[in-house]
T-cell receptor, first 109, second 114 residues
Framework: GQNIDQPTEMTATEGAIVQINCTYQ??????LFWYQQHAGEAPTFLSY??LDGLEEKGRFSSFLSRSKGYSYLLLKELQMKDSASYLC??????????WGAGTKLIIKP | IAGITQAPTSQILAAGRRMTLRCTQD?????MYWYRQDLGLGLRLIHY???????GKGEVPDGYSVSRANTDDFPLTLASAVPSQTSVYFC?????????????FGPGTRLTVL
């Protein structure tokens, strides 16, 4: 079966750095997405990786290793507004997104 | 309209009733999707449409139907609602199916079936 695993919840301090891991097993691979979802709101796109390596976008970076079925999202200089759930999703061979349950990130002052 | 809209925002429904959730996008995206989101689970695909006039089944299609008469609209119908269909429903769209096409999400519909 297809499976996406990520931690349920993480806590970090304002101004610090946090890394959210995602491991996956899917039928085929056409890219990995990270989305941010604030409580009660819709998911919004953060990043897309299809090749191995690191993609940097401001305070957020995303890494992919296809051979290991592994990705992480790195958030730097954490702000209170970064408190949200972070969703990892893999596009399978049918071009459908398989979603993890999300990691709830709690930022403490 | 800017992006994707969904209606209603929330609804309480008696079991056995028929309900249509509406979704409209103004981005001229070819692909549209319906997901449900339940606590502790990832988003699950109900139905999708690659282009106007075509639809396909996702991971959890039973009890739901969709239509795609034009590019902009993608309604989701529950023919006879059951309590297990209590969930938050998100509509999404993307330019196409290719891997780098991010999906844009509507604000969601919170549905409670009693």
């Amino acid at each position: 079966g297809q499976n996406i695993d990520q931690p349920t919840e993480m806590t970090a301090t304002e101004g610090a750095i946090v890394q959210i891991n995602c491991t996956y097993q899917t039928s085929g691979f056409n890219g990995l997405f990270w989305y941010q979802q604030h409580a009660g709101e819709a998911p919004t796109f953060l990043s897309y990786n299809v090749l191995d390596g690191l993609e940097e976008k401001g305070r957020f970076s995303s890494f992919l290793s296809r051979s290991k079925g592994y990705s992480y999202l790195l958030l730097k200089e954490l702000q209170m507004k970064d408190s949200a759930s972070y969703l990892c999703a893999v596009m399978d061979s049918n071009y459908q997104l398989i979603w993890g349950a999300g990691t709830k990130l709690i930022i403490k002052p | 309209i800017a992006g994707i809209t969904q209606a209603p925002t929330s609804q309480i429904l008696a079991a056995g009733r028929r309900m249509t959730l509406r979704c409209t996008q103004d981005m001229r995206h070819n692909a549209m999707y319906w997901y449900r989101q339940d606590l502790g689970l990832g988003l699950r695909l109900i139905h999708y449409s690659n282009t106007a006039g075509t639809t396909g089944k996702g991971e959890v299609p039973d009890g739901y139907s969709v239509s795609r008469a034009n590019t902009d609209d993608f309604p989701l119908t529950l023919a006879s609602a059951v309590p297990s269909q209590t969930s938050v429903y998100f509509c999404a769209s993307s330019e196409g199916l290719a891997g780098d096409n991010e999906q844009f999400f509507g604000p969601g519909t919170r549905l409670t079936v009693l």
